[in-house]
């Protein structure tokens, strides 16, 4: 095979891979671009683009039922599933396409195939040797098997989105991200949704008062949820559907049409030859990266979900991105402040965060710390009789009460948090809230008035 000779490889056609090799090609370098599977990776393909087109229609499912209780003259009927795939399939078709114009403007070469190194700076594909002064590692990740008897029977999210209906009774194992909006998904879509979570709260990441408000939707709605529960074995009669067993009891759950396993992702790191190279990895394969994304080999780097840092697209992305600056930019300096991430769970209701939680404020800061919290009923549910309520509390510091946690819990939050994250890592105080003048009437005033 003979050598290509480019100033950037980026292993990986995920955001975080095409966020890298953009920036870096808009700064001057020769960038080859490998990756066999769809352009977009997870995300796009089988993660937040189609979770939240999957969200959507659940939303539009329940405010049938709003309207109706509103007066309109509606018949709330079941989701068309295949149509919607058609539209979902085609909206993601559209970002392919775009991907192709920005790839084919930035003058990025594009591999269609797997590469693995064969010595730092040097990547082999099938069909190619390649040779760079840098390369990226950006593979993602991918949902972790169901390593228990029986494991076969059970989907994973990406089987989720192969679905093309509700399945009338389903169980959900996982207690993160991925089974919290699935749960609320299937429920909204007409499926009777039994989520069992190891631990003991969803989660575990966000804040405990805003999981609890959650956890009372959820439940209010009818979505099961048992906690305390170890999944050791899945089996399949003709009688009782799928069966499941769990450590902590010898009472089996069973009658279910479809088990979503949704316990964790794994990196994809298994066939890049690392060791060859001699890039660390950690003790379950994630790439292990200072907070310039830099491993321990000189030229190799790495972003996203490979790293094991925060799983987040939009992290990725922002992390390829000044790499790319610091490389071929002329910023040296540039690197991803991993501080005040904000996040969304599309849950339910969505569940949103900035910054520290109360356990980790006051952890911190001891009795410096003051919270501030509301919760209120949205104007829509108040005139239709819906008794669910918005949870808002926001964090704040020493005298001066500087904003170090904002978390949000209802319908509209996700909407909300992006600008009060801005002001927040803008280092805003509550004073500064205090003195903004609401907008009336909204969800997002609440949090200006809080007192």
């Not at 001699?278 to 394969?285: E, K, L, P, R």
């Not at 900035?354 to 509301?374: M, S």
């Not at 927040?424 to 500064?432: C, E, F, I, L, T």
Request: charged content about 20%.
């Amino acid at each position: 095979m003979t050598a290509s000779p480019f100033d950037l490889l980026v292993l990986g056609a995920g955001s975080g891979g095409i966020g890298t090799a953009i920036r870096a090609a808009r700064h001057g370098a020769r960038v080859a671009l490998l990756d066999p599977g769809p352009f977009g990776g997870t995300c796009v393909n089988a993660g937040c683009v189609p979770k939240k087109a999957m969200w959507l229609a659940a939303r539009l499912a329940s405010l049938q039922q709003t309207a109706r209780q509103a007066g309109f003259a509606t018949i709330a009927g079941p989701l068309d599933w295949p149509a919607y795939v058609a539209r979902r399939d085609a909206y993601i078709g559209d970002i392919h396409a775009s991907y192709r114009a920005q790839f084919e403007a930035a003058g990025i070469e594009v591999v269609r195939e797997a590469g693995r190194f064969l010595a730092p700076g040097v990547v082999a594909t099938p069909t190619r040797e390649f040779r760079a002064a840098h390369v990226v590692v950006a593979t993602g990740s991918r949902p972790r098997p169901a390593e228990i008897h029986g494991g076969h029977h059970a989907i994973d999210s990406d089987g989720f989105f192969g679905l093309r209906a509700a399945p009338p009774r389903v169980a959900i194992i996982g207690g993160g991200y991925v089974a919290c909006e699935l749960a609320g998904v299937l429920h909204a879509l007409g499926s009777e949704v039994e989520l069992f979570v190891r631990g003991e709260a969803l989660l575990s990441h966000f804040d405990a008062e805003m999981v609890e408000h959650l956890v009372g939707v959820m439940r209010g709605r009818g979505i099961g949820l048992t906690c305390g529960r170890t999944l050791a074995a899945i089996s399949r009669s003709d009688r009782a559907g799928l069966a499941l067993s769990f450590e902590e009891t010898a009472a089996a759950e069973s009658g279910f049409d479809s088990v979503i396993w949704a316990a964790g992702r794994a990196p994809n790191t298994a066939t890049l030859d690392l060791a060859v190279a001699g890039v660390a990895v950690d003790a379950v394969g994630h790439i292990v990266v200072d907070d310039r994304q830099d491993t321990n080999v000189a030229g190799i780097h790495a972003v996203g979900d490979v790293t094991g840092r925060v799983a987040l697209t939009p992290v990725a992305v922002a992390a390829g991105r000044r790499l790319a600056d610091r490389l071929f930019g002329g910023q040296p300096e540039a690197c991803l402040d991993y501080r005040d991430i904000p996040s969304v769970c599309f849950g339910a209701v969505p569940v949103g965060a900035v910054g520290l939680t109360e356990a980790a404020a006051r952890e911190r800061h001891g009795d410096a710390v003051r919270v501030y919290r509301t919760r209120f009923r949205p104007m829509l549910n108040a005139i239709v009789g819906c008794d669910e309520r918005v949870a808002m509390k926001v964090i704040c510091t020493g005298d001066d009460e500087r904003i170090v946690g904002i978390h949000l819990a209802g319908d509209g939050v996700d909407e909300i948090l992006q600008g009060f994250a801005v002001a927040m890592k803008a280092g805003a105080r509550k004073a500064d809230l205090d003195a903004t003048v609401a907008i009336h009437p909204t969800a997002a005033e609440e949090l200006v008035l809080l007192r």
